[in-house]
T-cell receptor, first 112, second 115 residues
């Protein structure tokens, strides 16, 4: 059962464009993480959101957790080639303080 | 700076061989995980451990075993490698306890090819 759906699966854009990636579920999560994975490397944690409605910014990246804590979005402003990678969202369920549920990821390519 | 290291970046083995993948973390984390990552399938949890000598099966444990004799080290064992175990293997660790957000820290991965 795929509990976290990410969309789009693939995204190819030009440098300078804006984009939004979505992570949706019918389940409530106690926290949600976003990771970026570059080719041949392991995922690297970008941010954790915990409170419904929370917005966090990391330079040109803006992360939002839905009010009901079932969904999240990642918005990138003025994308750069260095943003290229696989973006993964992962949710933690209440009562399980170690396992994460991962989405399948969005593969972003930013062309110069 | 947190660090998770994996013993090999690339590994080529033959069908039927016994394969050991080692993972070490220096963050004193209680939890450690082994995933495999395949195109179109995402990250799938093989096994995890929440303490020394403790282990639990993940979603796809068949064909794998694990060992955790020390807190910082978690080993994945392929008893008899098969071609369908060709994959990217990722190790991760995290803290345990109330108030933590289950953030996992990953190693660089081992690209295993079974011929």
């Amino acid at each position: 059962t795929q509990l976290l759906e990410q969309s789009p699966q693939f995204l190819s854009i030009q440098e300078g464009e804006n984009l939004t990636v979505y992570c949706n579920s019918s389940s409530v999560f106690s926290s949600l993480q976003w990771y970026r994975q570059e080719p041949g490397e392991g995922p690297v944690l970008l941010v954790t959101v915990v409170t419904g409605g929370e917005v966090k910014k990391l330079k040109r990246l803006t992360f939002q957790f839905g009010d009901a804590r079932k969904d999240s979005s990642l918005h990138i402003t003025a994308a750069q080639p260095g943003d290229t990678g696989l973006y993964l969202c992962a949710g933690a369920r209440g009562g399980s303080n170690y396992k994460l549920t991962f989405g399948k990821g969005t593969l972003l390519t930013v062309n110069p | 700076d947190v660090k998770v290291t994996q013993s090999s970046r690339y590994l080529v083995k033959r069908t039927g061989e016994k394969v050991f993948l080692e993972c070490v973390q220096d963050m004193d984390h209680e939890n450690m995980f082994w995933y495999r990552q395949d195109p179109g399938l995402g990250l799938r949890l093989i096994y995890f451990s929440y303490d020394v000598k403790m282990k639990e099966k993940g979603d796809i444990p068949e064909g794998y075993s694990v060992s955790r004799e020390k807190k910082e080290r978690f080993s994945l064992i392929l008893e008899s490698a098969s071609t369908n175990q060709t994959s990217m293997y990722l190790c991760a660790s995290s803290l345990w306890g109330q108030g933590v957000f289950n953030e996992q820290f990953f190693g660089p991965g081992t690209r295993l090819t079974v011929l």
